[in-house]
């Protein structure tokens, strides 16, 4: 309907009415063509015989000069005419009683006159703009030009406010966009790990299966010429039996780590702490070791501080930490096969250092070597057997005993496995 009101404004001798404020809020709800700056009214220019024709009674605006005229007229019976001018001010105070609380913290509400100014004299302020309201309403056609309008009582707030506002949401935006890449990033690392540990772990599977069978079939070999009688020479007939025993040990460690690991996984691991001399334990497993070692063509020099060095431990852990130690000097060793082994005391702690010849660490190989089921070559066709288990049941069983185990190069070459424990204390 108010499309075509315009529609026939355009095309006719009709008027729009003048607003006395503009808004200063621009969009249109409906979405038309039409602006909030547009009265809803129209004028045309009537004789009064005409305005009153069909009517009894009726009020006639006229605005002179800006100053408002309102003209109350009345048919009598006798066809005379009556009419009264109407007290503006009197209008004035009787439309302030009914109106609402004018002044909020948020907003102004009041009533715009003819003039673009407010009918409550309270609010009258050179420094607020009136006919720019935030919102307004023509009253009636029977007030030309007055409005009923909106301002905001802090604009100035409300625009921090609303820069805050979006700042904040930008910062949420930001915030959770970062959190989905975050959390991207670490569930596909998470995913890439539980992939790389069940590679690890059926790559460990393997590994023991091989490494089970390799002694074993040493073992039944020469266990089944020396049953049958084919060697007769007792210098061979007692290698055989050295290297039965070899494979049986290597056997023997391969199986107590696998267990051990299990024990430590589910927290079933059992220790008999007691004192005990690490110096002497340490030279006592050497001895056992020394006459395959050498036979394998490997050197070993023991440095000791002083006679004995006691630690609070379990003495068979220890010498399994120690074993497995010295099979990686001796697995990763190639010509320069000599290993070094040190006791000293320092600052409460014994420190145990295993060093030897071979081809050494990355650095960035050094941690994850204590890592369970790492290899630097895990594939079956590595040169160098193993199960990747040796160095985490150390590092754990050390851990346990309140110590630390770490690594470092050697010089020229090398690898040096450092053992710290706390001294004994009566």
Request: some cysteine; overall charge positive.
């Amino acid at each position: 309907m108010q499309k075509e009101v315009y529609q026939k404004v355009a095309t006719s001798s009709l008027k729009m009415a003048q607003r006395s404020v503009k808004n200063s809020l621009k969009a249109n709800s409906k979405g038309d063509a039409l602006t909030d700056d547009q009265s809803e009214y129209v004028t045309e220019s009537l004789r009064f015989s005409e305005i009153i024709s069909g009517k009894k009674s009726g009020i006639i605006p006229r605005i002179i000069d800006e100053k408002m005229m309102l003209l109350y007229w009345k048919k009598n019976t006798d066809n005379t005419i009556t009419g009264s001018v109407i007290n503006e001010k009197q209008l004035r105070k009787r439309l302030i009683r009914v109106l609402p609380e004018s002044y909020t913290d948020v907003r102004i509400l009041t009533l715009i006159d003819q003039t673009g100014h407010p009918i409550i004299p309270d609010l009258s302020s050179d420094s607020m703009n009136w006919k720019t309201p935030f919102i307004s309403q023509e009253v009636s056609e029977l007030l030309p030009g007055w409005e009923a309008a909106a301002y905001l009582s802090n604009p100035q707030e409300v625009r921090h406010r609303a820069r805050t506002t979006a700042l904040i949401i930008g910062c949420m935006i930001g915030f959770l966009l970062l959190s989905l890449i975050v959390g991207s990033i670490i569930v596909i690392r998470a995913m890439k790990e539980e992939l790389l540990l069940a590679q690890q772990k059926t790559t460990f599977v393997a590994n023991v299966s091989h490494e089970l069978k390799t002694p074993l079939t040493s073992i039944r070999l020469f266990a089944e010429l020396l049953l049958e009688k084919r060697q007769t020479d007792p210098v061979k007939q007692k290698k055989y039996l050295s290297i039965m025993v070899s494979e049986t040990e290597r056997l023997t460690r391969l199986i107590n780590n696998v267990l051990d690991f299990s024990r430590t996984k589910k927290g079933e691991k059992k220790y008999r702490f007691e004192k005990t001399d690490i110096v002497a334990l340490g030279k006592e497993l050497i001895e056992t070791q020394r006459d395959r070692l050498e036979h394998n063509g490997f050197i070993i020099e023991i440095e000791k501080s002083g006679e004995s060095l006691f630690v609070n431990a379990d003495g068979e852990a220890m010498r399994q930490v120690l074993i497995n130690i010295l099979s990686n000097a001796e697995k990763y060793s190639t010509e320069n096969k000599s290993i070094f082994i040190r006791f000293v005391g320092r600052n409460g702690n014994v420190l145990i250092e295993i060093e030897d010849r071979g081809i050494g660490i990355k650095d960035s190989n050094r941690v994850k070597i204590f890592d369970e089921f790492f290899r630097v070559d895990d594939s079956l066709t590595a040169r160098v057997n193993g199960t990747g288990l040796g160095l985490t049941i150390s590092k754990q069983i050390v851990k346990d005993h309140g110590g630390e185990i770490s690594c470092r190069a050697a010089q020229p070459c090398g690898t040096v496995f450092e053992i710290k424990l706390p001294l004994y204390i009566d």
